[in-house]
Structures are given as structure tokens and as C-alpha cells.
């Protein structure tokens, strides 16, 4: 399984990043696509994903309201849109890979990471 990880970067409070993440190799047909962060100091935590089967989404709450996730099943791509950006949302930022549903927001995750993207949100 490849997952391809772009769109990370250095921005402003209050500005906005957006994430892609394009999945390959894998055998499932149904599956659960998403983010996980790790912020220097601090465990890995789930952030949003998707069902590609359904469209449900599924955010942690620190993000609601803020962060949107998307995909294209076409092109087996997620999106996360992150707006209004704080400095704690600073961290690297995995793309993540499920069989259906997810649970990678619930803690319960079982599946593949990607290599990472650094996102830096200046105050």
C-alpha cells in the first residue's frame, strides 16, 4: 500500500493549508481514508476521515467547524481542507488508510500510514 502525502507547509494564524493524500496497492474495495497528527511532545491523535462507501465523515473534535475532508473515489484522493489554522494544530500530518468503516478518530485504528507532511502554523 502507497499513500502519497502532499500540501503541508508554513502558515499564518488564521490562514489555510490543504492536504492530499493519494492511495494505492491496496485490495480492499471499500475502505476508510484519513489523517492522523503527531505535534512535537505529544501522542499521535486521529484528526478526520472519510468512508469511501458512504461519504460519512468522522472529525476530532479540535478541529470541527475548521477542517473539512473530502474524496475522490475516482482517483482514490482525499482532501483535508484546514482553515483558521492555530498554532496547535502545528504537527506532522499522516495519511492514514482503513477497510471500511473508519475508526481512526475513534482510536481503534488498523491500517496503513503514510511517510508524513509538516505542517507549521506561526502565531
Known amino acids: 500500500v502507497q499513500l502519497v502525502e502532499s500540501g503541508g507547509g508554513l502558515v499564518q494564524a488564521g490562514g489555510s493549508l490543504r492536504l492530499s493524500c493519494e492511495a494505492s496497492?491496496?485490495?480492499?474495495?471499500?475502505?476508510?481514508i484519513g489523517w492522523f497528527r503527531e505535534a512535537p511532545g505529544k501522542e499521535r491523535e486521529g484528526v478526520s476521515c472519510?468512508?469511501?462507501?458512504?461519504?460519512?465523515?468522522y472529525y476530532a473534535g479540535f478541529v470541527k467547524g475548521r477542517f473539512t475532508i473530502s474524496n475522490d473515489n475516482a482517483k482514490n484522493t482525499a482532501y483535508l481542507q484546514m482553515n483558521n489554522l492555530k498554532p496547535e494544530d502545528t504537527g506532522v500530518y499522516f495519511c492514514?488508510?482503513?477497510?471500511?468503516?473508519?475508526?481512526?478518530?475513534?482510536?481503534?485504528?488498523?491500517?496503513?500510514w503514510g511517510q508524513g507532511t509538516q505542517v507549521t502554523v506561526s502565531s
Open positions: 492514514a488508510l482503513e477497510s471500511y468503516p473508519c475508526t481512526l478518530v475513534t482510536g481503534a485504528f488498523n491500517g496503513y
Open positions: 496497492g491496496f485490495a480492499f474495495d471499500d475502505y476508510a
Open positions: 472519510i468512508n469511501s462507501v458512504d461519504g460519512i465523515t
